[in-house]
């Protein structure tokens, strides 16, 4: 009898409740418009392509001639390819991401893979940027039927998340005083980091999307230079087996930790 397929349901990021950190980006008076709608489109592209000029200017809300012109300069510069009338994202940008963190695709993906299959749920990496941490790499397991994806690149505060809290554990204490100082971070999330600091580990539930909860550990590449954290994120409806995945998790970043000093 011929086995039949169930299609695997992801469960997206939704949007962040609260207002982010505000980053060096969101400073008007450094912020250059062409520069920002140029990987505004990038990033279009890689999400819809692929996508037509006339496509990408309504889902963007920009004239069709700025559009034109952008996507006629990362044309020539290899960052998008045309085929007909519709753009991909081109070999330039594969290129860059390659050499984003070399470590990453030598020793952090196949620790990441290998925890996953272990945990059968989504492991993601993230490193702190400013006053906010970025995921960097995601694994996914497609052994549950409904299981979370995160957004690559995707950016929050730090104080807020498994992601973040793990990450503020990492900071000494002149930093974490500095960071509690300048941002208001509620009582609950510094005891959190506080317990973060002794176990080795942060759990958030419900806060950046409803419905999920994640565990995180923090540790460093690098010879103990740049922080990250590995986590594990699963819908709520399997939070009774969180405890079984704390164990690999800490192995994982263990493992990561070492083999990249």
């Not at 994806?149 to 807020?160: A, Y």
């Amino acid at each position: 009898m011929k086995k039949k397929t169930v299609k695997v349901h992801d469960v997206p990021a939704a949007p962040v409740r609260g207002r982010p950190a505000r980053t060096a980006v969101e400073d008007r008076s450094d912020f250059s418009k062409t520069v920002g709608n140029a990987l505004t489109l990038l990033n279009a592209i890689s999400r819809l392509g692929p996508v037509t000029l006339g496509e990408l200017a309504v889902s963007l809300k920009l004239n069709r001639t700025v559009v034109h012109r952008l996507l006629t300069t990362l044309h020539r510069q290899s960052f998008v390819i045309k085929f007909g009338s519709s753009y991909l994202i081109g070999p330039a940008v594969i290129r860059l991401s390659a050499n984003v963190f070399p470590a990453l695709r030598k020793v952090v993906l196949p620790a990441m893979r290998e925890l996953a299959a272990r945990v059968k749920e989504t492991v993601s990496c993230a490193v702190r940027d400013g006053d906010s941490w970025v995921i960097l790499e995601q694994v996914l397991d497609s052994s549950n039927i409904v299981h979370i994806r995160e957004e690559i690149g995707g950016r929050f505060p730090l104080h807020m998340g498994a992601h973040g809290y793990a990450l503020l554990a990492a900071m000494d204490e002149r930093a974490l005083a500095d960071y509690y100082e300048h941002a208001v971070v509620p009582d609950r999330v510094k005891a959190q980091v506080k317990l973060a600091r002794t176990q080795g580990y942060a759990v958030s539930k419900g806060e950046l999307r409803e419905g999920v909860v994640g565990v995180a550990a923090p540790g460093f590449f690098s010879s103990g230079g740049i922080p990250f954290a590995l986590a594990v994120i699963l819908p709520t409806v399997r939070e009774r087996n969180l405890p079984n995945h704390l164990a690999p998790l800490l192995e994982a970043v263990a493992h990561i930790t070492r083999e990249i000093e």
